[in-house]
């Protein structure tokens, strides 16, 4: 298996424009977890689905922010409209167990 | 909210030497992971123990666990350059269910 699959790898955009970042989970994974990364917040649980239903989106920082998973082989995570602050490594983990299988990452830098 | 906070925050040793790392949390845990990272990668899942566990053992990597402190060390002994990274624990905390709740992590630099 190839892993967790994120896309794309960077991402750079300006205040104001919509961003969509998308992770592909391991195959037969029920769990799907967004995470975001920053140094002054660590990493932080934004959304989690069981079965591509949404079950936790208290992290969720603001309206702006919203994920899908239409299937069990792919979610989104969109902003919009984008803001400085949210430049960070947003993250994708998958799991069947108990233990999380992360994605490499997306860096984005809102300007 | 963090419910784990590592300590120290960064860690510095010499090949060979022996790295402790520590972990506090808040709320009662069904278990209690540790992760790397490896900087610019993803978390890596390194061990997992359960809160009915003491102690754990994987390769170099010893942890231990104690519900009654709500603390936790991961231990790399004969540390390797290659075991530079960032090490998290996570709580698997019982009100949330199937989420993990990640510390800000210790980062370890091992030179050699």
């Known amino acids: 298996d190839a892993g967790v699959i994120q896309s794309p790898r960077h991402e750079v955009t300006e205040m104001g424009q919509e961003v969509t970042l998308r992770c592909k989970p391991i195959?037969?994974?029920?769990?799907l977890f967004w995470y975001r990364q920053t140094m002054m917040r660590g990493l932080e649980l934004l959304i989690y689905?069981?079965?591509?239903?949404?079950?936790?989106d208290s992290g969720m920082p603001e309206d702006r922010f919203s994920a899908k998973m239409p299937n069990a082989s792919f979610s989104t995570l969109k902003i919009q409209p984008s803001e400085p602050r949210d430049s960070a490594v947003y993250f994708c983990?998958?799991?069947?167990?108990?233990?999380?299988?992360f994605g490499p990452g997306t860096r984005l830098t809102v300007l | 909210s963090q419910q784990g906070e590592e300590d120290p925050q960064a860690l510095s040793i010499q090949e060979g030497e022996n790295a402790t790392m520590n972990c506090s949390y808040k709320?009662?845990?069904?278990?209690l992971q540790w992760y790397r990272q490896n900087s610019g990668r993803g978390l890596v899942h390194l061990i997992l123990?359960?809160?009915?566990?003491r102690e754990k053992h994987s390769g170099r990597l010893r942890v231990t666990l104690d519900t009654s402190k709500k603390s936790s060390s991961l231990l790399i002994t004969a540390s390797r350059a290659a075991d530079t990274a960032s090490y998290f624990c996570?709580?698997?905390?019982?009100?949330?269910?199937?989420?993990?709740?990640f510390g800000k992590g210790t980062t370890l630099s091992v030179s050699s």
């Open positions: 195959s037969g994974h029920d769990y």
């Open positions: 983990a998958s799991r069947v167990t108990n233990e999380q299988f």
């Open positions: 996570a709580t698997d905390v019982r009100q949330a269910g199937t989420a993990l709740i």
């Open positions: 123990i359960r809160s009915n566990e």
């Open positions: 689905f069981n079965n591509n239903v949404p079950i936790d």
């Open positions: 709320t009662s845990i069904n278990n």
